[in-house]
């Protein structure tokens, strides 16, 4: 039989399992929550249980507090200062003018995509008609400027596809330079050559290549968005070329020499030893490129006139109506923005796939 004592225990033992798990299930949602940028939802959901409430009111003015009252200041700065500094388009908008543009620009995206659906319904009409008369079927695609929202979007494909291709190239050499220091030794050169060049030197380059050797008469990308893709590969694989062979550079020697103890194959022994190792090394260097290749598709896009948020503010620049500095303005901010969102994205796949490397 149980005696009285062992059941007292195990009653006893209940709540403070539940603690452990409670404390652990917290410290998880943690970790994620400020990868995420919300990691200021633990220390409320701590003050919410009653768990040490002076401390996670202190945690909580730390992670949201003070950022909040921060930009309180520079929102109220920002529109005190601002109507004290004229230019040629007037005086700088403050955030109340900037907010008004971001409705136009909405409206604006709004009523685009209301043409656009009109014109579908009238194409999709006329062609039923034709294809009942026997007629000739023509299906043409919509022709309306481009709104905000689209330029955006346009942006984010670009980059994307930028950096796709960079850490595609990127990540082979930066592992044959971290193993080998014959390939290191010829590739090192190159690189700190190439790595300080600027985008508005690659740009022209890029765009005469891709014009003479891109040639279809059903292309399936655009030039201007190969020029700018490529711009952006070429600028933003060097950071992570590096960090990949610093990186495996730096893994412990004895990984590789299990590796050739139990004949493992080469692509084994990256695959199963050698990128688990530099993954934190190759991630840094994915945030950096990232970072680095959405400033340089900006200016590109400026450059070269290819669509995108560049051209946005290039074509607001030149329009010079009283409206174009706010719309400028929300141009930054929104690049700001997805910058800030992109890092944070490359944050959490950093965590996930290190957490996973490293069970």
């Not at 603690?19 to 990691?39: E, P």
């Not at 945030?287 to 400026?302: D, F, K, N, P, T």
Request: hydrophobic content about 50%; overall charge positive.
């Amino acid at each position: 039989m149980t005696s009285i004592t062992q059941v007292a225990g195990a009653q006893a033992a209940a709540p403070k399992k539940s603690a452990i798990s409670l404390g652990y299930a917290f410290n998880r949602a943690g970790a994620i929550l400020t990868v995420a940028g919300f990691g200021w939802v633990v220390p409320l959901g701590r003050l919410a249980t009653g768990t040490e409430p002076r401390r996670q009111v202190a945690e909580l003015w730390r992670q949201l507090g003070i950022p909040l009252a921060a930009i309180v200041l520079f929102l109220l700065a920002w529109g005190a200062l601002a109507p004290k500094v004229q230019t040629s388009l007037g005086a700088v908008p403050g955030p109340v003018e900037v907010w008004a543009q971001v409705d136009n620009l909405i409206a604006d995206h709004r009523a685009e995509r209301a043409k656009e659906a009109a014109f579908n319904e009238r194409q999709a009409k006329r062609n039923a008609e034709a294809k009942a008369e026997g007629g000739e079927v023509k299906t043409r695609r919509f022709t309306g400027k481009p709104t905000y929202l689209d330029q955006i979007a346009t942006s984010l494909k670009t980059v994307f596809m930028g950096f796709v291709l960079a850490t595609l190239v990127a990540v082979p050499l930066g592992v044959m330079c971290g193993l080998s220091k014959t390939v290191n030794a010829a590739l090192n050169p190159l690189i700190q050559i190439f790595k300080p060049v600027s985008p508005l030197a690659w740009l022209p380059i890029v765009t005469m290549v891709v014009s003479a050797t891109y040639v279809s008469n059903d292309p399936m990308f655009e030039k201007a968005f190969l020029n700018s893709a490529i711009t952006v590969t070429l600028c933003s694989l060097w950071t992570t070329l590096i960090n990949t062979a610093i990186g495996v550079a730096s893994i412990d020697k004895d990984l590789v020499n299990v590796g050739r103890v139990l004949n493992l194959p080469m692509t084994t022994t990256i695959r199963k030893l050698v990128l688990p190792s530099a993954l934190p090394y190759i991630f840094t260097g994915m945030r950096l490129s990232l970072g680095v290749g959405w400033m340089v598709l900006i200016a590109a896009e400026m450059l070269a006139q290819n669509p995108g948020l560049g051209k946005f503010v290039w074509d607001e620049f030149q329009n010079g109506s009283s409206q174009s500095l706010a719309k400028i303005m929300v141009a930054v901010l929104t690049i700001g923005l997805i910058g800030f969102l992109l890092d944070r994205v490359m944050m959490a796949l950093q965590a996930m796939f290190s957490h996973s490397a490293t069970r």
